[in-house]
Every structure is written in C-alpha cells, then in structure tokens.
C-alpha cells in the first residue's frame, strides 16, 4: 500500500487506480479466500475482528506488521483475510467475506465480529456493512478509501447527508452504495460502531477532517504520519487498547 500507482488527479486517487486503470496485473483469485487466524489458546474469546488489507498488500502484511499481536494482548482472536484487489475487480468480496469468513465465525460461536479496514480495506469493510447489515459489530477504518474526491466534493456540496438521494450523475456504484451506507446509519437507532484512525500527513487527512461529521464516527485516533504502515501500526494499538468490546 506505500507504493502508490502513478498520480491521476488527485493523490488518494492512487489508492484505487488499480481498478480504474489497471496499474499492474491482479492477483487471482481463490475459493474459499485464504486467510490467516490467531485464535488464543488460553480462553475462549466471544470477540473476532476480520483484518482486510490495503491494495498491494495481502493477508500476510498484516501479520508481519504484527496486528495479530494487538488480539492477544487485549482479548479477541483476529483473522487476517487475503482480500486482494481482485476480488474487487471480480466483485466477489463480499459473498467471500460472508460465506467464508463470517458465516464459519458465527457457527464457531463468536458473537461480537468487528471489521479493520485499512485503505482499499476500508473501502472493502463499508462495501460488507452496506450489503449485510446486521452482520457486524462494529468497524475500524485506518485511512479509508472513500471514493473519488470529485465524488465526495459532490455529496458533501448537496448539503445535509441525510437529504442527500443517492443520484448524483457521475458517481461510480461503490461511492454510492458506501455513501447511502453511511447516510442511513445517521438516522438509525441502531448505529454499528464506526472508528476512524489516520495520520495527519496522510493525503486524505484534509477531507477526512471535513468529513468526520458526516462519518460520525463513535471514536477518531489521529498522529502525526502519512498512508503508511509505520503510521497505522500505533494507531491500531491504541485503538485496539480502547475499543468497546
């Protein structure tokens, strides 16, 4: 996720350039999706977050950048998912992520699922909550990606989200099914726990502040950092230490 595809209009648009433009070729695909489980050995925890990766990255970057590790301190077993960029592009993420990842955890008894994304992963964790619900506790987004900025400029100029209709021309579907997500968690009692964590350097840092509003995040951890795993390694450890469980 640090080496970022060749600029198009904006930075953050990087991020997501794969799926526009094809900046390198995608990696393929697998059923079930592969992924790597750290469950404790000493309880039995009721708590799993499900760890989707940036683009370029895959379930073994989280592990080496030791987010496993935040689990075994405070209490809740992880799984990291090889939530590559072509399950995007083959729009099968989410039938993975349910029939593969969450539907085994709630037959393994976990009753309280989170989901960390961390920039395409971000994107990825919205795309699930939108789609299912009432599937899971809770999300921690580390530097979302969160549409096009011309997009966002466009949703944010309509006015109060909530008065927004979903059918401004020119938006792509995911922006929409994300943003009409996040629009109607506003007006329900029944808000999934949102948590926002990113470094004040990062490229989307400006929007993200003009947007925490419209997010409404039940927490925000910012530092000092940039789009980078030496950024998002600290904030997940003091959000993992605080997350209401």
């Given amino acids: 996720t640090e080496v970022m595809c060749k600029r198009i209009n904006s930075p953050i648009l990087a991020i997501f350039c794969v799926v526009l433009a094809g900046c390198f070729a995608t990696p393929a695909t697998h059923v079930p999706i592969p992924s790597i489980e750290t469950i404790s050995t000493v309880k039995q925890n009721d708590t799993l977050i ?83 619900p009432n599937e899971i506790a809770g999300m921690i987004l580390l530097a979302p990606f969160l549409g096009d900025s011309s997009a966002i400029d466009t949703i944010v100029a309509d006015g109060p989200l909530e008065n927004w209709d979903g059918q401004d021309e020119g938006l792509k579907d995911y922006e929409v099914a994300i943003w009409s997500y996040i629009r109607d968690t506003r007006t329900r009692d029944d808000l999934t726990p949102l948590v926002l964590g990113y470094g004040l350097s990062d490229d989307m ?41």
């Fill in 50 to 132: 499900i760890m989707l990766p940036g683009r370029g990255d895959s379930a073994g970057t989280s592990i080496r950048e030791g987010f496993e590790q935040a689990g075994l301190k405070h209490g809740f077993d992880t799984v990291a998912v090889d939530a590559h960029l072509g399950y995007y592009k083959q729009r099968s993420l989410l039938v993975r992520l349910h029939d593969d990842i969450i539907a085994p955890a709630r037959d393994a008894g976990y009753e309280n699922i989170w989901m960390l994304g961390i920039s395409l992963g971000g994107l990825g964790a919205l795309l699930y909550a939108s789609e299912y």
């Fill in 205 to 245: 840092a400006e929007d993200y502040n003009r947007l925490i509003n419209m997010l409404n995040p039940s927490s925000v951890y910012t530092l000092e950092g940039g789009h980078k795993w030496t950024t998002w390694r600290p904030l997940w450890d003091r959000i993992a230490k605080e997350l209401p469980l």
